[in-house]
């Protein structure tokens, strides 16, 4: 059996991804390199893990392959789907102002925050400084059916059908069991559960030119004599969006890494796109106010994407925030792999 997996990136990411997960104390953490032009998974890491050679001494959780059977609520790296539909349906450009009430709004009977008060902010800039009242707003002006629309074309709440066993589809609701409350919700990653493989395939549907491609590991078997039996080919799924609004997408999540809460991502020399999400924890029903998900996905160069990856962790502590905790594990990792394959801007 012939991986996808490249032993010197699979060994960069694990190293990075292990530091930081000592260092913010996490319960757990996951990532995922993937080659944007073919899905092939060039890494795959979870924490914690196991001996090999003692399986039988370890627990299931820690056997479980977190990045594609575990689902939480991402948060703000959803964004993307409110973004791409917004651009695609041509309902807004980037230079829209929105006005985002100087941090609260009222969604129904939910009142809605920002972690900063905004005044009126451009359409790009409601995504590079990530705030919750202005992408809601952007999405009731869509409408709940576009953004569910553009969920489902990212494969959110379906399989991506990788070649792995134990993959979950996680939840997307469709918008007739909406609440009152669901449009402040699912646009800014709440009320939608999704894995860390479907995140990675989405922003690497987007680096690609708006082509989805299913993701997989096996590249081809072997027999004894070294020939091949079967091999796999990169599989086309779908296109997301067309090749401009893409592009444009590409371009607000760049001023997330320039300007905005992914500056930790940036690579010197290196154009990077990317999206950070910090999103409460369930716990016993509830939203804790002290557990959270960190996450950060992104991509690199901008211009000619060569490499996506998803860094999520789960309860980091104290520091939590995705642009703290996840974007230098993709920084550290990203910067490696494209030094080792060779890529420059």
């Known amino acids: ?6 032993e010197t990136i699979q060994y960069i990411t694990e190293s990075a991804l292990r530091k930081a997960y000592e ?14 032009k073919t899905g092939e998974i060039l890494a795959l890491a979870n924490l914690p893990t196991y001996n090999l050679d ?7 959780e820690n056997r479980t392959n977190r990045a594609i059977s575990y689902v939480y609520e991402p948060g703000s790296v959803f964004k993307i789907i409110t973004a791409t539909a917004a ?18 709004y009222k969604v129904s009977n939910h009142i809605l925050s920002d972690h900063r008060p905004h005044g009126t902010l451009s359409f790009s ?35 991506t059908g990788i070649d792995l066993k134990g993959e979950v589809s996680g939840w997307l609701k469709d918008p007739s069991q909406w609440s009152k409350t669901t449009i402040g919700a699912i646009p800014i990653g709440y009320e939608v559960t999704v894995t860390p493989l479907q995140l990675v395939s989405a922003i690497s549907a987007l680096a690609n030119e708006g082509v989805y491609m299913r ?3 096996v590249k081809y078997i072997k027999d004894n004599q070294e020939q091949i039996i079967k091999s796999f080919e990169p599989e086309v799924v779908d296109r997301v969006a067309s ?13 997330v890494v320039q300007s905005g809460t992914g500056k930790r991502a940036q690579i010197k020399g290196v154009e990077v796109s990317g999206k950070t999400g910090t999103a409460r924890k369930v716990v016993d029903g509830k939203y804790s106010r002290g557990k959270y998900y960190a996450s950060f996905m992104g991509f690199a160069p901008s211009d000619q994407p060569r490499l996506a990856m998803v860094v999520v962790f789960d309860e980091p502590h104290p520091s939590y925030f995705g642009g703290t905790v996840s974007a230098p594990v993709f920084q550290e990792t990203m910067s490696n792999a494209l030094k080792y394959l060779k890529v420059s801007q």
């Open 1 to 6: 059996l012939v991986l996808t997996i490249d």
């Open 23 to 36: 260092k913010h104390n996490a319960k757990g953490a996951s990532a995922i390199v993937m080659d944007i």
């Open 54 to 60: 003692e399986v039988s001494k370890s627990n299931t």
């Open 87 to 104: 651009l695609e349906e041509e309902l807004f450009v980037e230079t829209d102002e929105i006005f985002c009430e100087n941090g609260q």
């Open 125 to 159: 800039d409601v995504f590079m400084v990530s705030s919750n009242i202005g992408v809601v707003k952007i999405a009731q002006k869509i409408g709940g059916e576009q953004v569910y629309k553009y969920g489902r074309r990212f494969r959110f709440g379906v399989p």
């Open 215 to 217: 993701p997989f590991v």
């Open 243 to 255: 090749p401009g609004t893409a592009k444009r997408v590409s371009e607000i999540l760049k001023s």
